[in-house]
């Protein structure tokens, strides 16, 4: 099934092709690695981890890097006001950082580079865009001169021409030729980490990191690249033009971005009192997977207003899948015998959420197919119309979305031993000793498993 994303460069729904048949390269923008991301930065992630999930279903295997910013104005001002080392500063928050995705279900990407363990990398790249006249020096800093990359804005599409004198496109406090221009490297002030250079002991800019670190991993030109739209202008424009300043050659193919997470309709703030980490939310519900579910539920190109009513039904949507899962399961289990008689069952759900992934990762479509599924299964178990074949199959199906969708818990084995003592409990209940049906009962809570008895058949849980 062909895929289609919406590609930043040009504004336009446009069919996937990789560089390299069966192999995506992509690259998505991590974390400043200064503070404790919050659910909005979690928002974008996890919509990464989808698209990377999907890939995957759909065919191509994906090598995925993310970055970590350990060096900039925020991460050596976080580690001089608390008087630690830069490294040991950082690395509270990326320790901090890998915990949150661990407990949101995020794939780990294949490699995750910091950027003070490639600064040779960033020099390199400074001398090529030297060597190709596309940069000047002031005070031991280097700067890009952007009136020398013609394609500049074609991104986010703004035109440069119309800044002011004077109007600051990079926030950066050091002297340039041009309020335009941007730093590739910083001569360091007292105090400050440096690096060794051509130019002067500092460091790199923060444009300059993620270029280079892409590069490291993925090759000049890559499939690609993720961030949230604040990161269109002017991080991503700059990484364009010293990129393909550098090469000459097209850096990346695709560019998507995610929209903001708002909350109860508004922007979050600390002084409004709606800024919430992963932390805060799980305080109030202990449920991960609806955190999850609910940042799947907006397609990621529209705002997602977070409201605690939203989790609540976010969590609603979850316990119907865990449910049918079980119903399945259950089902399963007691109807053993018999072929499979309603693939079609299983083919529809495939069909519409694959049909849903490839319209440019379409979560929403995805999980109004899901459920017009679940509820079609339910129905087929109520009139017994399916056979255990089936209902293994549909299980099969259900776990093979969740493997993008990553919202339910992985399937439990029980001991040998254990399904055997389930099975005899079953039996006995069929022959109506509740005597011997009572003891096992016991038996296995004492081991740690609870049995709880449906309309749908027997169902069991660790205690």
């Known amino acids: 099934m062909p895929l289609t994303l919406y590609n930043t460069l040009g ?10 048949p069966g192999h995506v390269r992509m690259y998505t923008c991590g974390p400043t690695i200064y503070n404790r991301v919050h659910i909005g930065n979690l928002r974008t992630f996890v919509w990464e981890d989808v698209l990377r999930r999907s890939l995957k279903r759909l065919g191509w295997r994906v090598t995925q890097v993310m970055n970590l910013t350990d060096v900039d104005d925020k991460t050596i001002r976080g580690a001089a006001q ?10 509270r928050y990326a320790e901090a950082f890998f915990r949150d995705l661990d407990t949101l279900g995020v794939e780990k990407a294949e490699h995750y580079p910091r950027a003070t363990e490639h600064v040779p990398e960033m020099i390199a790249l400074i001398e090529k865009l030297k060597a190709r006249g596309h940069t000047y020096e002031s005070d031991g800093s280097v700067w890009f001169r952007i009136s020398t990359f013609p394609d500049y804005g074609k991104l986010s599409g703004i035109d440069l021409s119309h800044a002011r004198q004077g109007a600051r496109v990079a926030d950066d406090e050091y002297e340039k030729d041009d309020p335009k221009d941007f730093a590739l490297w910083k001569a360091a002030k007292p105090g400050e980490p440096a690096w060794d250079s051509p130019y002067s002991s500092g460091r790199p800019g923060w444009h300059l990191e993620c270029s280079a670190m892409s590069m490291r991993y993925l090759g000049e030109s890559f499939d690609i690249h993720t961030g949230a739209v604040d990161n269109i202008f002017p991080h991503h424009e700059n990484e364009i033009a010293q990129s393909e300043g550098a090469t000459g050659k097209k850096f990346v193919n695709y560019w998507l971005h995610a929209e903001h997470l708002i909350v109860d ?6 002084s409004k009192g709606n800024f919430y980490l992963l932390s805060d939310v799980l305080a109030r519900r202990s449920d991960p997977a609806a955190v999850r579910y609910l940042f799947l539920s907006v397609p990621y190109r529209q705002k997602l207003n977070f409201t605690f009513d939203a989790l ?3 969590a609603a949507a979850v316990q119907r899948l865990r449910n049918v899962e079980a119903n399945l399961s259950d089902y399963a289990r007691r109807r053993p015998e018999g072929e ?18 490839a319209d440019d990762l379409n979560t929403a479509k995805a999980l109004g197919a899901l459920f017009d599924w679940v509820r079609d299964v339910n129905l ?3 009139r ?4 255990g074949a089936d209902a293994r199959a549909a299980l099969g199906a259900l776990r093979g979305v969740d493997a993008v969708l990553g919202v ?7 001991p040998a031993e254990v399904e055997a003592l389930i099975e005899e409990r079953l039996a006995a209940r069929g022959r109506k000793d509740f005597t011997r049906s009572d003891a096992i009962r016991a038996d296995l809570l004492a081991r740690g498993v609870v049995l709880e008895d449906t309309p749908h058949g027997t169902r069991w849980k660790k205690a």
């Open 11 to 20: 504004r336009t729904l446009q069919p996937f092709a990789s560089i390299e």
């Open 82 to 91: 608390a008087q630690r080392p830069l490294r040991e500063f950082t690395e």
């Open 265 to 270: 309709g508004e922007k979050m703030s600390k």
């Open 312 to 314: 609540d039904a976010a």
């Open 340 to 357: 499979e008689t309603a693939a079609e069952l299983t083919e529809k759900l495939r069909a519409a959420f694959d049909d849903a992934l």
């Open 380 to 382: 087929s178990i109520e």
């Open 384 to 387: 017994g119309e399916i056979t």
């Open 408 to 414: 339910l818990p992985p399937p439990e084995i029980l």
